[in-house]
């Protein structure tokens, strides 16, 4: 029986020195989709990106002089469940994208590999959708 998705209800989020290439990047090359994108002039506010499989993504351009919210460019990670990781993996491997760790099948069941956005951050593309939660 297969559960129903989940609404995501902890957004992950990113700050880059280049805000709307990486969301050019996210959206054109990865396959994120582009939700709602909110600038204030040159600088991006607030965007919102959506997985097409389920959850997303938020981000916005640094601001180094936020200190109670400023996260450093290219120090983000993020593990994105798709059930085309093959298909995923041979289309951003020819589109040019910087692979740091090859396709392979991992020892818990999943197939996965990883790249780096063009600010550096990390993301890793896998079949793995976590362990059911318990009942009771």
Known sequence: METPARTPSIWPTLQAHDAP??????????????????????????????W???????????????AEWCLRPGTFG??????HVDSLYERLKAAGVKVIR???????????????????NK???GTYRGEPRPTG
Request: negative net charge; without cysteine.
């Open 78 to 83: 993020a593990y994105v469940v798709t059930d």
């Open 102 to 120: 090859e396709i392979e099948d991992q020892p818990y069941g999943s197939r996965e590999f990883a790249i780096a956005d063009p600010e550096g």
């Open 21 to 50: 290439a990486l969301i050019d990047f996210l959206v054109g090359t990865v396959g994120f989709l582009r939700t709602a994108v909110y600038e204030d002039g040159n600088r991006v506010a607030h965007a919102q990106l959506d």
């Open 52 to 66: 097409p499989e389920g959850g997303g993504i938020m981000l916005g351009s640094y601001k180094p002089d936020s």
């Open 123 to 125: 993301w890793s593309f």
